[in-house]
C-alpha cells in the first residue's frame, strides 16, 4: 500500500480564452478612445471663440436654452447689421412675443419685420429641422449660428445633416460659439454639463455619419 491519498493539488490557472482576450482588448480601446474624444471635446470647447470679424450672412440663427447670454449675442450681431433676419429657435411657449422683444431690445417695427420665433423646436435636432426650413422658405445660403460653445459641436451637427436631408447641403453654417460666463463656467473637465453633451453628441455622430466634419462649415 502506497501512503498516498487520492488527493490532488490545485491546478495551475489556464491561460485566457483568445475571443475572451480579445473582447477584453478591445473594450480597452474603445474605452481609451472614449477618453481622448471627452479630452479633445473639452479641448476644443475652451478654444473656440468667434470669427475674427463679425460675418456677413443671410439669417442669424439663435438656439436658445438657459443660458440667457445667447439671446444677447444673437441680437446685438443682428443690430450691428449682420444680417437682414433673425431666427429665435426653441422659445418656451410660455415667453409672448412681446417679452421676447423686449429681451432683445429691438423696436416693435423691426422685431415684427425682420424676427422669426420658432415655438415647435423642443431639443436640438428640431431646432435643426425648424432652421433648415427657414433657411429654405428664405433661400438662404449664409447662415450665422449662435449657441454655446460647448452645445456648438452637436448644433452644426445637427443643422449640417437637416440641410443636406432637404437638398441643402451647400448652405454655409458660420458658428459663433459663446464661452461660459465667470460665474456659469463649470470645472476646467466640464463636469456634468460637458459630460452629459459629449453623450449627446456621440449619440448625434451615431445617427449622422456625415455631419462630423459639414462642407461649408467654419471651424
Known sequence: MSGQSGKTGPKPAGRLHPLLKLVMFLSGFALSGLVLGYIAFVVHIHRAGPPAGPPKVDGIVVLTGADGNRLAVGARLFKSGQADRLLISGVNTSV???????????????????????????????NATETANWARTLDYERLL???????????????????????????????????????????????????????????????????????????
Open 96 to 126: 409672448s412675443p412681446k417679452k421676447m422683444q423686449s429681451l432683445l431690445g429691438l423696436d416693435s417695427t423691426t422685431f415684427r419685420c425682420c424676427v422669426d420665433l420658432d415655438f415647435a423646436a423642443r431639443n436640438t435636432r428640431e
Open 145 to 219: 449660428l449662435v449657441t454655446s460653445a460647448y452645445h456648438m459641436p452637436r448644433a452644426q451637427t445637427e443643422l449640417r445633416t437637416a440641410l443636406t436631408r432637404i437638398g441643402l447641403g451647400e448652405v454655409e453654417i458660420i458658428p459663433w460659439p459663446i464661452p461660459p460666463t465667470a460665474d456659469q463656467a463649470p470645472p476646467w473637465w466640464g463636469g456634468r454639463l460637458y459630460l452629459r453633451e459629449y453623450g449627446k453628441l456621440l449619440l448625434s455622430f451615431a445617427r449622422n455619419p456625415g455631419g462630423r466634419s459639414p462642407k461649408g462649415a467654419r471651424q
